[in-house]
């Protein structure tokens, strides 16, 4: 997953040690289940396990409250430097990218992708506690009665399974909807900056409202509805299935006889115990897929590498003549119609002279503005600064 190769490329040792703390509180965990099965199940409520009990329950505590605020702070420091990265290489890309993306793509990933990327970070202790929990709980219930454990096992697998498949659904409707909050985010700049044209043309208005935002809107809703939908399945998939376990393992120990019933309250005890992270593990993996859309669509626009500095080479601060030969830019087409092409241009500008350019709208006037200023770059012909290629 792209959001946990990043982490390992920028945070490693902090991230492998906020697992080395959910080791240690998944072992705590099934220490206080072992706990409970020989001193107080077992051997009865003797009052004098009640102290170390309570004891291991305060340092289980501190150790899971730990390691979810060490993941927690790892995460808002990670999510800090992923916007400052992304504002950073927005202002490194060519201003040609830039408007070729436009504010409205943008804006949804200077919003919308953080913020999923952020959620999807500070779910990942819940994912990571729940799977360290299981694995050291199985463990646990296979040094008690390898029978059972096999049988549980398959049933949970069965669970998870089933709910793989209602969160790949989750994913693809998220992936639907995120292109939908790109088609919003331009429909509300439309709405923003063109409301003087719409508010004197009301039959545009009317067109705009009723064939461009409405069908974003609804095609937004549908998809974030299946969403949710998928992603409650999954979740109330799991939270019955793993009562349903408890159920197989009374069956396996009283009807069966394959242990005994303090064993079968021990694995009781433990499927319960496993309930809670499992859950939150199935409700977490949602928003990591969520960030994974965000991480593909950042990817999709193809921004300039991130650079640390604002170093700037420059080579010709002293020049003297600029000359243009036969430089042409043309735009690409626009839907329905035909890109518009400005050149070829030949031209030789002396420092210090005025030069008035004229031209009327849609002449090329800050195309060829941009072009000496270096915003666009020439797609045929060249522009040297004093007989050097610029």
Same mark, same amino acid.
């Given at each position: ?45 003797? =009052? ?164 461009? /935002? ?57 499927? =319960? ?55 042409? /830019?043309? /735009? ?43 915003? /666009? ?14």
């Amino acid at each position: 997953m792209e959001l946990l190769r990043v982490v390992f490329r920028h945070y490693r040792w902090p991230f492998l040690g906020a697992l080395a703390l959910s080791l240690v509180s998944a072992g705590l965990g099934v220490g206080v289940i072992a706990f409970i099965n020989q001193r107080l199940i077992e051997a009865g409520s003797a =009052l004098s396990a009640l102290p170390q009990f309570l004891g291991l329950l305060a340092l289980l505590l501190a150790v899971t409250l730990g390691t979810q605020l060490a993941l927690t702070l790892l995460g808002h420091y990670f999510v800090f430097d992923l916007r400052s990265r992304l504002v950073k290489r927005i202002l490194d890309t060519d201003i040609e990218r830039l408007e070729q993306l436009g504010n409205a793509t943008l804006l949804a990933s200077l919003s919308s992708d953080v913020r999923n990327i952020t959620i999807g970070f500070v779910r990942l202790p819940e994912l990571v506690q729940g799977v360290v929990l299981t694995l050291a709980s199985v463990a646990y219930l296979a040094w008690l009665s390898p029978q059972m454990v096999v049988i549980t096992v398959l049933w949970m697998a069965f669970t998870m399974g089933v709910g793989w498949v209602l969160v790949s659904k989750v994913y693809r409707h998220f992936h639907q909807v995120r292109e939908s909050e790109d088609r919003l985010y331009k429909d509300y700049q439309s709405a923003i900056e063109g409301r003087k044209e719409l508010a004197l043309n009301r039959d545009r208005a009317r067109r705009f409202f009723d064939e461009y /935002y409405t069908d974003t809107a609804k095609a937004y809703r549908h998809h974030i509805i299946r969403a949710d939908t998928y992603h409650l399945s999954a979740n109330n998939w799991s939270n019955i299935m793993m009562l349903g376990a408890i159920g197989v393992v009374f069956f396996m120990a009283n009807v069966l006889g394959w242990a005994s019933p303090a064993v079968a309250a021990t694995f009781a005890l433990t499927l =319960l115990f496993l309930r809670t992270p499992l859950i939150q593990a199935v409700g977490a993996w949602p928003t990591l897929i969520s960030a994974q859309v965000a991480f593909d669509k950042l990817a999709s626009l193809e921004l300039a590498e991130y650079q640390p500095g604002f170093d700037v080479e420059d080579r010709f601060h002293d020049w003297q003549r600029l000359t243009l030969t036969n430089v042409v /830019y043309r /735009y690409a087409p626009s839907s329905g119609g035909e890109g518009f092409q400005v050149g070829p241009l030949n031209l030789t500008l002396i420092r210090g002279e005025q030069v008035f350019l004229i031209g009327g709208n849609g002449s090329g006037k800050s195309t060829l503005a941009r072009l000496l200023s270096g915003l /666009y770059r020439p797609q045929s012909g060249e522009i040297s600064v004093d007989w050097q290629r610029a």
